[in-house]
């Protein structure tokens, strides 16, 4: 199964990301039905955009580090749904982290907290793919590029889906890992993050 190319993001090949991600030791589980999609999305208040859907759809890796829709508990899938905010205040409290385009300095924490958590309601949301890898689900177009978010350390770590998995399990591609990727579409707010990651906020 391929799929069609749009919004620039090339054509993908589920049948031969899942061979080599079997290759590398990932075990998959037959893919989410359409009600399974539904039903993620309107409980965490998301849209999977249309190429994770599909690669979800076809098969789920349900190895360490990847969410499994299917069984994990609903605390465990929140906590990695909250895991970027979590790490923007961490990095407020104990790394002085406050951009300047946020205006001063609150006067406490909570009110800190509350800044950044604006930020980040209004943001295109971050859907974990596997350990701290996550993809935004706006614009809802496939193509949308792979972040590591590690607290404010936050890269491209694919330009899109596809190429997000090449370079994860690159040496398994027969390829080397391409960082930063080139051609990556900018996102609302987390692009800006890369960004401050970049020196240039």
């Known amino acids: 199964m391929r799929i069609p190319a749009a ?49 979800l759809t076809f098969a789920i890796p ?15 899938i929140v906590n990695r749904l909250q895991w970027p905010y979590d790490g ?31 930020a980040v309601d209004a943001a295109p949301k971050l859907i974990p793919i596997y350990g701290h890898r996550y993809i935004p689900d706006r614009p809802h ?9 590690y607290q404010t350390d936050i890269i491209y770590y694919g330009s899109d889906l596809a190429d997000y998995l090449e370079n994860e399990f690159a040496y398994y591609f027969g390829r080397t890992a391409n960082l930063p990727p080139s051609g990556v579409k900018n996102i609302e707010f987390w692009s800006w993050l890369v960004g401050h990651n970049a020196g240039s906020i």
């Not at 961490?90 to 800044?115: M, R």
């Not at 177009?141 to 978010?149: C, I, K, L, T």
């Open 7 to 55: 919004f620039g993001a090339l054509p993908m090949d589920l049948a031969r990301y899942k061979r080599v991600l079997a290759g590398a030791g990932v075990t998959f589980e037959s893919g989410l039905t359409e009600g399974e999609i539904r039903s993620i999305e309107e409980r965490y208040r998301f849209k999977f955009p249309p190429d994770l859907r599909d690669y």
């Open 62 to 76: 349900i190895s360490k580090g990847f969410v499994n829709w299917r069984c994990e508990t609903e605390d465990e």
């Open 88 to 118: 923007i205040c961490f990095d407020i409290e104990h790394n002085a982290f406050w951009p300047a385009t946020w205006g001063p300095w609150p006067p406490s924490l909570d009110d800190a907290f509350a800044v950044a958590k604006s």
């Open 141 to 149: 177009q496939a193509g949308n590029p792979v972040f590591s978010v």
